[in-house]
């Protein structure tokens, strides 16, 4: 999963990143490697607005960027789990009750934040609520 990012060149010498899939996040930084640093480092942050608030968490588009940038496949796995969830109706008490975890341990599934779940965590939960994940390998500049 690549979100799409806009870099855009300003008057004053900086660089405004800019992401079409998530219209709140923005930052401006003093170049351009520094834009993209901030995004790579603080997108499943800005996802994790959207995990807090309870609502679905954006899919990438095919809305035309200047660059991609890509979260790592536990990322992912969180994002699709969360989303499964709330279209399915499933709270995180729901799925702790289910695998008879904690609420805490429930959290860390879906938290974007950290990296406190393994994917056979996920995978596991992702399955006792019906769904299933499949990998395939992609290239990004491939259409």
């Given at each position: 999963?690549?979100?799409?990012v ?20 923005f930052?401006?930084?003093?170049s ?22 309870h ?66 965590a996920?995978?596991?939960?992702f ?17």
């Amino acid at each position: 999963m690549h979100y799409r990012v806009n870099l855009r060149d300003l008057p004053n010498g900086s660089v405004e990143a800019t992401c079409p899939d998530i219209p709140a996040f923005f930052t401006v930084q003093p170049s351009r490697p520094e834009a993209l640093d901030f995004v790579r480092e603080n997108l499943a942050s800005a996802l994790q607005t959207y995990r807090k608030k309870h609502e679905p968490i954006p899919v990438t588009s095919d809305r035309s960027a200047t660059c991609l940038v890509y979260l790592p496949v536990r990322v992912q796995a969180k994002i699709i789990l969360w989303n499964y969830m709330l279209k399915n109706r499933w709270r995180l008490s729901d799925l702790a009750r289910l695998l008879g975890v904690t609420q805490t341990q429930a959290q860390r599934l879906v938290d974007l934040d950290r990296d406190l779940a393994s994917m056979e965590a996920i995978e596991d939960a992702f399955r006792a609520i019906g769904g299933a994940f499949s990998l395939s390998e992609k290239n990004p500049g491939a259409r």
